[in-house]
Structure formats: C-alpha cells, structure tokens
C-alpha cells in the first residue's frame, strides 16, 4: 500500500466513532414543576435517589429543566407551557393537584408523573390507582386527611390546650377534606377550634395577631406545599409568638418548628424518581399503578420543645 492510501485509511478509521457519536439519540429531558422554590429543597435527594435506581444520572444521561412557581399558584400555566414547548419527555408535576390538572390540561402526549397529596381519582386525574389510563400515573402522599392525627399528636404534646388554632390555605383544592377532618378530630378529642386563613405572604401577620387576640394554646398548620415554601416565615413568626405548633414535613422541624408528622417527602420523591426513570425507559404511565405512601414519620425538634418549656420525652429506642 503506498504511503497516501495508508494515511486516507487511517483518516477514514478515526472518523468512525466521530460518525457513532453524532447518531446518538439526545439526552432526555425531565421537566421539573413545582409550587415551591429552590430554596431548602433536600427532598430533591430523593428524586434523584430514584432517577439513579433505573440508571439515570442528572447530568450525564439525563437533563432536568427545573421550575418554580415560589408559592404562586397562578403561575403554573406559564411553566408548563414552557415545560411543553421544549418538548420535554416527562414532566414531573410536584408537590400539589394543581400542578398535575395544569400539565393534563396542556397535553395528552407527554407522560406525567404526579406527586401530591390529593385523592388522583376525586381530582380526575387517573381513573384508577391500579389502571391509571391516559398519560398520567404517579405517589399519593395521603397529606389531606392526615389533619385528625396531627392533631391528636398536638394534643398529647400540648394538653392543657383547650383551644387550638388551625392555619388552613383555603385556596388549596383540598381545604375542605382538611377541614371535615381538623372538625372530627377536634371533636373525638373535645377541643375547640379557631381556624384562621392565609393564602399569601401579606395574611400571615394578621393571622398572628388574631392568634395573640383569641390567646389559643397551639397551632396546626395545615398541610399545604404554598406553606412549605414559605416554611422560614412561618417558623419565624411562630417562635416570634411562642405558640406550640405542629407541621406536616419534617423540613419544618428542621427550620425551628416544634413537630411534624406526616409521609417522608425524600421517600415519596424517590419512587415518583423510579416511575420517572421507568418512563424514560419506554414504560407506560397507565400501565403504572399509582403508588401510596407507606412511611410515616414522626419528628420533634427537643430544643424548641425545651424553649417552650414543653417537657417532651421521647421513647426509649430499642
């Protein structure tokens, strides 16, 4: 072989993988949408946890377009159209129902994974849990109709609270199970109950000032992702007023609240990161059943229990 055809033939070799490089598919595209913001947001481990499990790795093999509607409802449409137009592959619709009708509205041809706390089948948004149908599947959180609980477990950490405030966003879709629920616990136990509303940053200083004026012994915050967002307000103002208080994610417990109780986010976003890599992986949403939280946690802050003078021991481990 004379010498130019031996150096065409090495040149046409080390174009080989260059030609198999440029025919490899895109890296897919997870849309992120979520009411809550960046900030603080650990359970994101979760997901990722998840994503890892079936072989994905944010950054090499997979790409999230995050985004965050900072506690404003009204700003889903415009995400999601945004999610839409960039032709995501799936989109992971978090944290509230809101967020998943908005994406099922938008389009019937991206798969949608769902993480919320809403009953999907009451809010239309799977016609059952084994056989979702349609491109939605996703975690039901049990959030709305854990409010009886947190209660009793107020209850117990606060007793000679006879009168008990209760914060409820009533723009939430699930305001009204919360209240039947807060209303049944509240009488199983025979407490009186004051329920004050916030719907945005600018209420929580006056629900405060009523909570001084009515002088109630305790306070459950309803569970609502709009509060989680704003969880370092709120604990604020909580300390700021002394008031014993329970929440529903330990994050809260983690910014100063004194308790929570309610399903482990970081668990919850782990499977719903599992469906998600599932789907990228050909799966079909309605051929996914939707997933119930099983863990439950409990968790106390000692230290704001000790400012409150709260003498709280907790259980021996075993």
């Given at each position: 072989?004379?010498r130019r ?6 040149g046409g ?7 198999a490089?440029a025919q490899q ?12 913001s960046?900030v ?8 990722r ?6 072989g994905?790795i944010?950054g090499?093999?997979?790409a999230i377009e995050?985004?965050?509607?900072e506690g404003h ?5 415009a ?7 960039r ?8 944290g ?7 994406a ?5 041809t991206?798969p ?9 089948i009451?809010?239309?948004l ?5 056989r979702?149908g349609?491109n939605?599947?996703?975690?039901s959180?049990f ?31 699930n305001?009204?199970?919360q ?5 049944q ?15 945005s940053?600018?209420?929580f200083?006056?629900v ?5 004026q009515?002088?109630?012994g305790?306070?459950l915050?309803?569970?609502d992702?709009?509060?989680l967002?704003?969880?370092?307000q709120?604990?604020a103002?909580v ?20 308790a ?5 986010l970081?668990e919850a976003?782990?499977q ?5 890599g599932k789907i990228l992986?050909g799966?079909?949403?309605a051929?996914?059943p ?6 439950f946690e ?7 229990a ?5 003498d ?5 481990t075993?």
């Amino acid at each position: 072989m004379r010498r130019r055809e031996f150096i065409a033939a090495l040149g046409g070799a080390a174009a080989w993988p260059l030609a198999a490089r440029a025919q490899q598919p895109p890296m897919p595209v997870i849309g992120y949408l979520s009411l809550s913001s960046p900030v603080g947001a650990t359970y994101l481990d979760g997901l990722r946890q998840g994503l890892n499990e079936t072989g994905y790795i944010e950054g090499q093999n997979v790409a999230i377009e995050y985004r965050w509607a900072e506690g404003h409802y009204d700003r889903y449409p415009a995400l999601v159209a945004e999610l839409v137009g960039r032709q995501v592959n799936v989109i992971l619709a978090a944290g509230t129902v809101q967020s998943a009708l908005v994406a099922k509205a938008a389009t019937a041809t991206i798969p949608i994974v769902f993480a919320n706390g809403s009953d999907p089948i009451k809010f239309g948004l799977v016609a059952s849990l084994n056989r979702p149908g349609g491109n939605l599947t996703g975690v039901s959180f049990f959030t709305a109709i854990l409010e009886a609980k947190r209660l009793e477990l107020l209850h117990e950490l606060v007793p000679s609270a006879a009168t008990i405030a209760c914060l409820v966003n009533p723009n939430n879709p699930n305001a009204e199970t919360q209240l039947k629920d807060i209303d049944q616990g509240a009488r199983a136990l025979r407490l009186r109950i004051k329920i004050l509303n916030a719907s945005s940053e600018r209420d929580f200083d006056k629900v405060f000032e009523a909570l001084d004026q009515q002088q109630t012994g305790a306070l459950l915050i309803a569970s609502d992702l709009a509060f989680l967002a704003r969880r370092q307000q709120i604990t604020a103002l909580v300390a700021r007023h002394a008031v014993p208080a329970i929440y529903e994610w330990r994050e809260f417990v983690e910014a100063g609240g004194l308790a929570s109780y309610g399903t482990s986010l970081t668990e919850a976003y782990r499977q719903a990161g599992v469906y998600v890599g599932k789907i990228l992986k050909g799966a079909k949403p309605a051929e996914l059943p939707v997933i119930q939280s099983t863990k439950f946690e409990f968790v106390i802050n000692l230290k704001t229990a000790k400012t409150l003078g709260l003498d709280y021991q907790p259980a021996p481990t075993r």
